[in-house]
């Protein structure tokens, strides 16, 4: 039956395949299948003829080179680099199919997924069951359909590794797990962000094959060789990726761009994280401070006074915040998660817990994050919820609010139906699938509230908004708006989050007194 | 799940569904002078809300009646004239007289989408719900995977938001009529479907069943008392409706002339195009179009056609239950579209046999897409396969009438002729896509195409009638709760 999810979702994807939108990721990837194909190996981390210069590590150059031998029996013209901003009917076609094609790897991660989670005994029909929900929240994952098949990424193909190697390591196999989540580190290093509750679970649980029996660690139980062929996997799969590239002497060149200095704190739109929070809070102050005249207009920096969300967001009354201050931030924002995972280590679902909540970490504490990011967090955590309870409810708040902070990706006219359609479906069906499954309501009112201030939040932004008088004014409050409400609800699940892992932290200390 | 929010999910992803396709090429995208069908919509818009009533219909030298003029009844003038405000509100140089013309941007393409879709949501969907829950059989899920199979049926979504028109507004209140009928509200559904008349002409095709079944209801009540009384209510509805329909045209006989004109245009011979009808497949045999003179047409066509629907109409009449009323609807819509005269294919809203259609608006992908994801549903979530027993089909009677072919299991015969019918369909499509047609036979693919629905048509057209006839006239007890 989940065979019939699959191509229930497949068939719907295509779908879209029929509508192009004008989103600057289409031509990043068609930039980078053209660079891959007409140019010799050693030129592609210096190629910069366009603007969307290859900036992923070289295992998904590999990828593109591939898929640009697919490509050349569509159309030949997009592989050639000079061709900028290159829109064939052809071109669309072969990228949307790509992106589709690739999803099979997501499609196999959910089933593999799905497998794995614990259900209550007694039969419940085929809607009712766990797995299924699991599997339709994954695979109709609003944000998932929006950013990969409207927006255009392959971010399928990539979570579907992710889950891949979430789903081995829950079934105990974890040597693929960590072989997996390898190969994603060099397709997209993002995930360094949750490399630490990979290295810290995978050095715990599996290099030290017994625990003591109050749940310690027992140094006497280290296996070298579990270490050595984990060690083996990382060099190897790094060899194969960055090998070429050391060996011409470009590995600097390549690390100049996975790691290129981005201006600013948040990028164009404030992702819904801490700083955002921040930055509000830095404006609302100024504002406040020149009306109580305790402050002079003339003597505060100029961006923050004149415009809204431009990237280089200078801080008039808060200090300013520097790229290593968001690292010690989120070093010290998972530094606990991580901790109890080494010290009393809950098997691969405390894992996966710590592994959502480094992802969430990073997405509210991180440098230059793109709202994008929040999936990270979100889908690894659809396997929890439909497990807990308490998790179903956090989930519920993460991932709507989460789901929202999206919008602002599509805006136009013609995506606004989609948008509104495509969030009311995965919503409506999160809620109710979930609250069936766990008998009652998940949320109490204040979180119902102000989820339902959602709804007033869009009609502001989108009707409200466009027909009023500060359009043109203050042309930034949709944006602000969005986000600051969004950080407010990703905030307080994060909390949730945490404290309901430290809370179980503290249940299995007292179990071993 | 409740049952609620499931329909809700369905209605949510067949909304989503039609959203989608809207977002690809419409009929007569880019190609001037005439267009398509989604400048004739645009057309009427203009013609609507700058001329006065009376000169709607007629040659003017402001109303050029060669350039799409209006050739539906009045219901989709009002109708046009509502969108007209709404599109003077936010850009009246959609709507400016002559200026207007071949007026396409991405603005007005959401415009008249939005248009669609408002029109859907606020008419044939309900119906389509109402209709799953109230009058159609099995459990709760049952039914609501029958709201999920119509909502996402291909034909309806690929003509109303891809080609573009407005087909879900008339077949809407039809089935506004039918649910209305089935809960017993006889007056109420002779009134939307007068309305649904009213709107689109083609509903004529489903007229004589409604009639055939209020008659023989009011029959049935015994017309020296209640049954009279029933018939003079319906009688004074319809009237009353259809005044108030025409009103601005009752004032002068030559109006209603002009517009009867306009709605049945009787000089344009049998056929045009490749339709899978009677006519068009006995065009390949025999030239009928040349044979007979523009009048004989008519009247053979004419002719025909009332002697396809007589022996379901009858039967109706004798026996007006609902169950009888669904198969004569079936019936009378297929007799019409095969027999009558000048009908395009875009009657049947059958996607299969419209792809030449489709392929012509730029529609392929969506027409894959939707078929492929109809048949799925319908297939997986009806069971289709399951009920394919003899006794399900209601194959009785043909066995009577096979009685000298060796036994076989009908039901499974009926299995592989489906299989076989879309794999035939599959093909047809591939080939009319990716290959080039001999010189000689330039129409090969679209032919084919039309004769192979048309032998599905005609077909269909004896299973229904055998169906329909072969139900005894006094039901048994038992009978009764079966044939709802």
Redesign the interface.
Same mark, same amino acid.
């Given at each position: 039956s989940i065979s /019939?999810v699959h191509?229930?979702v497949l !068939?719907?994807m295509?779908?879209? $395949? =029929? +509508?192009f939108s004008h989103s600057t990721d289409f031509e990043v990837h068609r930039n980078w299948l053209a660079i891959t194909h007409s140019l010799p190996v050693s030129k592609w981390y210096h190629e910069n003829t366009s603007e969307w210069t290859l900036d992923y590590p070289p295992l998904f150059a590999w990828f593109e080179y591939s898929l640009s031998h697919v490509a050349q029996h569509f159309d030949k013209e997009m592989l050639v680099v000079q061709n900028l901003i290159y829109t064939s009917p052809a071109t669309i076609l072969f990228q949307r199919l790509s992106v589709i094609v690739t999803d099979i790897v997501f499609i196999y991660a959910v089933k593999e997924c799905c497998r794995s989670v614990r259900e209550e005994k007694g039969s419940k029909d085929l &809607? =009712?069951h766990p797995f299924f929900i699991l599997a339709a929240l994954l695979l109709w994952n609003f944000g998932l359909l929006i950013v990969d098949h409207i927006h255009f990424q392959y971010n399928g193909f990539l979570f579907g590794i992710l889950l891949l190697s979430v789903a081995r390591h829950l079934q105990g196999r974890h040597l693929e797990g960590a072989l997996l989540f390898t190969v994603l580190l060099n397709l997209k290093h993002i995930y360094l962000y949750i490399a630490p509750a990979y290295g810290i679970f995978l050095l715990r649980s599996y290099c030290f094959t017994k625990d003591n029996t109050d749940g310690s660690v027992r140094w006497s139980s280290f296996s070298p060789v579990r270490l050595v062929a984990l060690g083996s996997i990382v060099i190897s799969v790094g060899a194969l990726s960055f090998g070429p590239f050391i060996a011409m002497g470009q590995l600097p060149q390549v690390l100049s761009r996975l790691f290129p200095f981005k201006r600013g704190l948040c990028h164009a739109y404030w992702a819904p994280n801490v700083w955002a929070l921040y930055n509000m809070v830095d404006k609302a102050l100024s504002v406040l401070g020149v009306r109580l005249k305790l402050l002079d207009v003339a003597k505060l920096p100029k961006a923050s006074m004149t415009g809204g969300l431009v990237q280089e967001f200078q801080h008039s009354i808060l200090p300013s915040v520097s790229p290593s201050i968001t690292l010690i931030c989120t070093l010290l924002s998972i530094m606990p998660a991580v901790l109890s995972i080494w010290c009393r280590p809950r098997g691969a679902r405390g894992f996966l817990r710590c592994l959502v909540v480094c992802a969430l970490g990073s997405f509210m504490f991180g440098w230059h994050v793109h709202e994008k990011a929040i999936l990270m967090a979100i889908l690894p955590f659809s396997i929890l919820a439909v497990e807990s309870r308490e998790d179903a409810g956090i989930f519920l708040m993460l991932t709507t609010t989460g789901h929202y902070s999206l919008f602002p990706l599509l805006f136009t006219?013609?995506e606004l139906?989609?948008k509104v !359609? &495509?969030m &009311? &479906?995965f919503t409506? +069906?999160s809620f109710? $699938?979930l609250k /069936?499954l766990f008998r009652g309501s998940l949320l109490n009112p204040l979180e119902t509230t102000y989820l339902l201030g959602l709804v007033a939040v869009e009609i502001l932004c989108e009707v409200v908004y466009p027909l009023s008088p500060w359009q043109h004014t203050l042309p930034f409050v949709p944006l602000l708006v969005t986000s600051v409400y969004c950080s407010l609800g990703v905030s307080y699940s994060f909390i949730r989050l945490y404290v309901s892992l430290l809370r179980q932290h503290g249940t299995d200390k007292h179990k071993q007194l | 799940m409740e049952n609620w929010s499931l329909v809700s999910i369905c209605v949510l992803f067949g909304l989503t569904a039609r959203w989608a396709v809207s977002l690809n090429s419409y009929s007569g995208a880019g190609k001037p002078p005439m267009f398509g069908d989604y400048e004739a919509q645009r057309h009427w818009q203009e013609v609507t809300y700058n001329l006065p009533v009376h000169e709607w219909y007629f040659n003017t030298t402001d109303n050029n009646l060669n350039y799409w003029g209006l050739d539906y009844p009045p219901l989709t003038a009002y109708h046009s004239l509502l969108c007209a405000h709404v599109a003077k509100l936010i850009n009246p140089d959609w709507v400016e007289l002559h200026a207007s013309r071949g007026h396409e941007s991405y603005g007005h393409k959401l415009f008249m989408r939005a248009t669609v879709l408002v029109a859907d949501l606020l008419i044939y969907i309900p119906a389509v719900v109402l209709y799953s829950f109230y009058l159609s059989e099995g459990s709760n899920k049952k039914k609501v995977c029958t709201v999920l199979c119509i909502l996402l049926y291909p034909g309806l979504i690929l003509i109303d938001y891809g080609h573009f028109q407005y087909n879900s507004i008339s077949l809407g209140l039809a089935l506004w009529g039918v649910v209305v009928l089935g809960l017993g509200w006889d007056v109420l559904g002779s009134l939307a479907f007068v309305l649904s008349l009213n709107y689109k002409q083609m509903e004529l095709y489903h007229s004589l069943p409604f009639f055939c079944y209020l008659l023989g209801k009011c029959f049935k009540q015994g017309l020296a008392g209640r049954g009279l009384f029933l018939l003079v209510k319906i009688a004074v509805t319809v009237l009353v409706t259809f005044a108030l329909c025409w009103l601005p045209f009752l004032s002068d006989p030559g109006q209603i002339l002009q517009v009867v004109h306009r709605l049945f245009p009787v000089g344009r011979g049998l056929f045009e195009d490749k339709v899978a009808n009677t006519w068009c497949s006995l065009n390949v045999l025999i030239k009928i179009k040349t044979i007979l003179s523009t009048d004989t047409q008519l009247y053979f066509s004419l002719t025909t056609t009332l002697l396809a629907i007589l022996p379901s109409s009858i039967k109706l009449l004798m026996k007006p239950t609902l169950w009888q009323f669904k198969l004569a609807l079936v019936n009378s819509s297929l007799a019409f579209f095969l027999f009558s005269f000048q009908v395009h294919e875009k009657s049947i809203l059958l996607p299969a046999f419209m792809l030449p259609l489709f392929l012509k608006d730029g529609l392929l992908v969506p027409y894959v897409v939707t078929s492929l994801a109809f048949l799925f549903f319908s297939i997986y979530l009806l069971s289709a396969f399951e009920h394919c027993s003899e006794d399900k089909l209601r194959l009785g009677p043909y066995r009577r009438l096979l009685i000298c072919m060796p036994r076989m299991d009908l039901g499974r015969v009926t299995k592989w002729k489906f299989y076989f019918s879309i794999t035939a369909m599959a093909g047809l499509s591939f080939m009319s896509v990716a290959l080039a047609p001999p010189d000689q036979l330039p129409d090969l693919f679209p032919l084919l195409v039309s004769v192979f629905s048309y032998l599905h048509f005609l077909g269909l057209l004896l299973y229904f009638n055998i169906v329909q006839i072969a139900e005894p006239l006094q039901s048994v007890r038992k009978n009764q709760k079966k044939s709802n």
């Open positions: /019939k191509c229930v !068939l719907t295509t779908v879209f $395949s =029929g +509508y &809607l =009712g006219a013609a139906p989609i !359609l &495509l &009311l &479906l409506l +069906y109710t $699938s /069936k | -």
